[in-house]
């Protein structure tokens, strides 16, 4: 186990980069971080001899500090009501770019990971990566039977590295969270406990593989968007390679223009693509940023990278379609009871207090192109009812929240005049229609019923087995009841006991009162 001694000494580090680069000066002064944390900060700003003022750049500061921490800052881009709104907007230009590893460490961790000479596997293989991230690297190759392909390949040592600063993480999480009241509603905890998982996954190749492979099904049948194929003869725990795709970055604008693609269409596609994901599939690429969505000459959207993926339960999704459609036609009465139901808010708030406090934050979003719309605005009103109706953090939501910002920046770069509500309402409508209307209710208790039915058989055997049928053996008398004797003594005592010591206690009178008598005793 680290020592907290070593865990302090990391985030002394980390604070004095942070500092730096001004990235605490926002915490000074902000009356919901804790005492102790503000005095640290101001603390790390003083070794740093840095002053207050000046440009806070959050998203360098991460880049400094390293691998785990460019990650980490990514997923706090998605937590305004954590870190602050200027952090989580600057944090959202955070580049997942780093120098790359030498090819011949590549080569060795790859010769080793398969137990043979790379030329065994792929017949060209280019020595200088197309892209290097904080935890892999990818390069171009030609497999020997002739196919173009990518090859995905971890850094040496990340795992360890990774592993190391997520320990101190979870140290500092769990201690800024023991200050209470707002740090514990903001469960921090919980947030670097999701962290570790989506980075344990993405550390492994293997679950990224199947993770693009089970994507694809679900996702048969959807016009105009790919996921590569894999090559699972050349993937392992510390190696993937999946089909190579030809296409214009999908942040390319220009580009898409010049080749004749239509961006206000593709910016639609790429809205249901991603509805279609999360709300009917509950299973979505959770790291659509623009590095990562290319656009191929047939105008079809190919997807990349499937470290970090996102779930949610058919429960959670049925909720979550009402309170986007609720929003879109103004029902704000029905979302506000969708939160109690799923006990995202506490239940000795009002609803209807609640759903006016909805109102106030979706009435001006209604019927704006996201251009008119002020974000800032939206997401004060937003964490002001987080704050105001105790609603606590839904770490399985953190991840949805993360993409749609995502997606709805790609979109609206694509396209500035989009409206993110009159796009997704007819997708979400559709479905709600399919899963919530009458026949998908009666649909849903056949199934229960029927599921019911069938386990009738097995519940039987298991009740036999615990209550065995009679034998052919004849039926035993009945026994009569005798009263054992230790049973008798327990039975007995109590009362034994109590007329012991009043005889001890008379015999013992008696004899002092004759040794008085006697002149034994004066």
Do not use: C
Not at 99 to 110: D, L, Q, T
Not at 216 to 231: C, K, R
């Amino acid at each position: 186990m680290t020592r907290p001694a070593t865990h302090i000494w990391r985030l002394f580090k980390w604070g004095i980069t942070l500092a730096r680069h001004r990235a605490l000066v926002g915490i000074e002064h902000d009356p919901n971080a804790p005492g102790p944390v503000r005095r640290m900060a101001k603390l790390a700003r003083w070794v740093a001899f840095t002053g207050t003022s000046g440009e806070r750049d959050y998203a360098g500061a991460f880049r400094d500090i390293g691998p785990a921490a460019i990650k980490l800052g990514q997923t706090l881009a998605t937590r305004p009501d954590l870190v602050g709104e200027e952090p989580a907007r600057n944090l959202l230009k955070l580049q997942d770019d780093l120098p790359p590893v030498p090819f011949e460490k590549i080569r060795a961790s790859i010769e080793a990971s398969f137990e043979q000479p790379l030329e065994a596997l792929w017949s060209e293989f280019d020595p200088v990566p197309i892209g290097a991230a904080s935890i892999a690297q990818v390069h171009r190759a030609t497999t020997t039977d002739g196919r173009q392909v990518a090859v995905k390949v971890l850094r040496p040592g990340v795992r360890e590295r990774f592993a190391r600063d997520i320990d101190t993480y979870e140290w500092a999480a769990a201690h800024l969270e023991s200050f209470g009241v707002e740090a514990a509603r903001l469960r921090p905890r919980l947030v670097i406990a999701n962290f570790k998982r989506w980075t344990n996954r993405e550390l492994d190749l293997r679950r990224e593989a199947a993770s693009a492979s089970e994507l694809a099904e679900h996702m048969v049948g959807t016009e105009g968007y790919e996921i590569p194929g894999i090559d699972w003869d050349r993937t392992n725990g510390r190696v993937m390679t999946v089909d190579w795709i030809d296409g214009i970055k999908i942040s390319n604008t220009e580009a898409l223009k010049a080749a004749g693609h239509d961006t206000d269409e593709i910016a639609s596609r790429l809205v249901l693509a991603f509805l279609k994901q999360a709300i009917a599939a509950g299973f979505f690429h959770a790291d659509m940023h623009q590095g990562n969505l290319f656009v191929k000459a047939d105008g079809t959207i190919a997807a990349i990278d499937f470290g970090i993926m996102g779930r949610i339960d058919r429960r959670a999704r049925m909720w979550l379609a009402e309170i986007l459609y609720g929003l879109t036609t103004g029902n704000y009465r029905r979302v506000a009871e969708i939160h109690f139901e799923a006990q995202y808010v506490p239940s000795y708030h009002n609803v209807d207090e609640f759903a006016t406090a909805l109102r106030a934050v979706g009435e001006p979003m209604r019927g704006k192109p996201v251009s008119e719309l002020s974000v800032g605005q939206m997401l004060d009103g937003l964490f002001a009812i987080t704050r105001d109706f105790d609603m606590q953090t839904q770490p399985h939501l953190l991840l949805l929240q993360k993409t749609m910002v995502m997606v709805e920046g790609i979109a609206t770069q694509l396209n500035p005049k989009i409206n993110m509500w009159d796009v997704s309402a007819p997708y979400v409508r559709s479905w709600i229609r399919d899963e919530l209307g009458p026949e998908a209710a009666i649909a849903d208790r056949i199934r229960e019923d029927t599921q019911t039915l069938l386990r009738i058989p097995e519940l039987v055997r298991r009740i036999e087995d615990r209550f065995p049928p009679k034998g052919g053996a004849p039926e035993l008398p009945p026994l009569p009841d005798v009263e054992l004797m230790w049973e008798r003594r327990r039975r007995t005592e109590p009362g034994r006991g109590w007329m012991g010591y009043t005889i001890a206690a008379v015999a013992g009178g008696l004899a002092v009162w004759a040794a008085i008598m006697q002149g034994w005793i004066n």
